[in-house]
C-alpha cells in the first residue's frame, strides 16, 4: 500500500474538490457555527434531512452522508473532543477523529479527503498539537485514500500544518 499524499492549503473546505470533506460536528450532527455552519449553508437543506437520520455521533466517531451542492460528493461527520486542559483522553480522542474518517472513507471507495482543523475553533483544542497530531495519525494510518489535504482557514494555522509537515518524526 503507498502511503497516503499529505498536503496543507488555506482556504475554505466547502469549496474544495474532493472525493469527501470532512466536517467537525457536534455530536447531535443538527448543525453549529464555524466549519459546520459554512459546510451546512453550502450544502443546502437535504443535508440537516440526512443528519437527522444518523441519530447523532460519539465523540471521536465518523458518519457519512452525500454532499448534495457541495463540490464533493461525500461529507463525513467528526465529533471532535472539547479541549478541558489535555488529561480527558483529548489527543486520543482527536486522533481517533482522523483515523475513524479514514476508515469511513475507505469503507466508501474514496480516493480523496480534505479535513479542517478539528476542535480548534469552539472545542479549543490548542493549535499546534492539533496540527501535529492530525499530520502524524494521517501518515500512520492504514488506508486506500490517496490525497488527505489538511485545509487551514487563517493563515496561522496553514504556518502550524507547514511545520508540521516539515517534521518527519
Ligand atoms: P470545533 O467546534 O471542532 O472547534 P469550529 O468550526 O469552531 O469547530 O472550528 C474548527 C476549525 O475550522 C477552526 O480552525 C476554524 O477556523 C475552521 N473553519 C471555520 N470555517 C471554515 C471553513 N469554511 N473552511 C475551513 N475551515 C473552517
Not at 68 to 91: C, D, M, N, Q, Y
Request: aromatic share 6%; glycine share 12%; charged share 20%.
Amino acid at each position: 500500500m503507498a502511503e497516503v499524499r499529505l498536503e496543507a492549503t488555506q482556504g475554505d473546505i466547502t469549496r474544495q474538490r474532493v472525493d469527501a470533506i470532512v466536517n467537525a460536528a457536534n455530536s447531535s450532527l443538527l448543525g453549529g457555527g464555524g466549519v459546520d455552519g459554512a459546510i451546512h449553508r453550502a450544502a443546502g437543506r437535504e443535508l440537516l434531512e440526512a443528519c437527522r437520520q444518523l441519530g447523532g455521533c460519539p465523540t471521536g466517531e465518523a458518519r457519512a452522508t452525500a454532499g448534495f451542492r457541495l463540490p464533493a460528493r461525500w461529507v463525513i461527520h467528526t465529533v471532535g473532543p472539547v479541549w478541558s486542559g489535555g488529561k480527558r483522553g483529548e489527543p486520543e480522542l482527536l486522533a481517533s477523529c482522523y483515523r475513524r474518517s479514514l476508515e469511513v472513507a475507505d469503507e466508501l471507495g474514496i480516493r480523496s479527503v480534505a479535513f479542517p482543523a478539528i476542535s480548534t475553533g469552539a472545542y479549543g483544542f490548542p493549535g499546534q498539537l492539533a496540527a501535529e497530531i492530525a499530520v502524524n495519525t494521517v501518515r500512520s494510518a492504514n488506508t486506500e485514500v490517496e490525497l488527505v489535504r489538511l485545509v487551514a482557514f487563517d493563515a496561522e494555522t496553514f504556518v502550524l500544518y507547514r511545520k508540521a509537515l516539515d517534521n518527519r518524526s
